[in-house]
């Protein structure tokens, strides 16, 4: 067993001694002789300008002063004889008095026209016809019955018609129409056959014949029923 175990020891050193071998000659580790050298150089600041220095202004120059005026001597003159000067009393003359101011009249402002109270005007009058208080018959003087019809009066027809008449200006019927049916044609016609063969009575209305509107009841009723 030693000898094995020796035998093995030989073999990995062998190895490791192969592998070096082969790093030291592929050079993977570099070898202490060829370690790199830094060189750092310093870099000196920029060099600032001098600052600038503003000359002074030089100083003003003396202002020559003007020479003083000569004195200028003063004319001579002649004094010649003066005027008299008028006493105040004579020298002002008295101001006429004062013009009276004339004030002018007043004037007096004619007086408004006195306009005289407006009438009323007239109501204006009612259009359209007149409504008769009253029948129609009891403003027509000229007036028939109605003409009882034969096929009513075999068939036992009975009614009271009410209609609506409609007079001119000349008393005459301009239109007619039934308001209230009696229930039979044959009736409702006579009745109207009838009223416009009337002659009325116009209606006045401020002295003068308007139109005018009324109604007119018929009853038809047969004897003996």
């Not at 600052?51 to 020479?67: D, F, G, H, N, S």
């Not at 204006?124 to 109605?146: D, F, I, M, Q, Y």
């Amino acid at each position: 067993m030693d000898w094995n175990r020796a035998v093995g020891l030989l073999v990995v050193l062998a190895l490791h001694g192969g592998v070096l071998y082969a790093l030291w000659s592929a050079r993977v580790i570099p070898p202490p002789a060829e370690a790199v050298t830094l060189f750092v150089n310093f870099i000196n600041p920029p060099p600032q300008p001098a600052p600038r220095v503003i000359p002074a202004p030089p100083p003003p120059k003396p202002v020559k002063q003007a020479p003083p005026p000569k004195p200028v001597k003063p004319p001579h003159y002649h004094l010649a004889a003066q005027a008299p000067v008028a006493s105040p009393q004579e020298a002002v003359e008295p101001l006429p008095p004062p013009e009276p101011v004339v004030e002018p009249p007043p004037v007096v402002a004619a007086p408004a026209p006195v306009q005289a109270p407006s009438l009323p005007a007239p109501p204006p009058k009612p259009a359209g016809p007149v409504t008769l208080a009253a029948e129609l018959a009891v403003s027509c003087p000229e007036r028939r019955p109605p003409v009882y019809p034969p096929m009513s009066r075999r068939l036992g027809e009975t009614g009271k018609v009410v209609l609506r008449v409609e007079l001119d200006e000349t008393g005459r019927v301009s239109t007619a129409q039934v308001a209230s049916s009696s229930g039979s044609a044959r009736l409702d016609a006579a009745a109207l056959a009838a009223v416009k063969s009337w002659r009325c009575t116009p209606a006045q209305r401020d002295g003068q014949a308007v139109r005018s509107v009324a109604t007119q009841p018929f009853n038809f009723t047969l004897e003996g029923r």
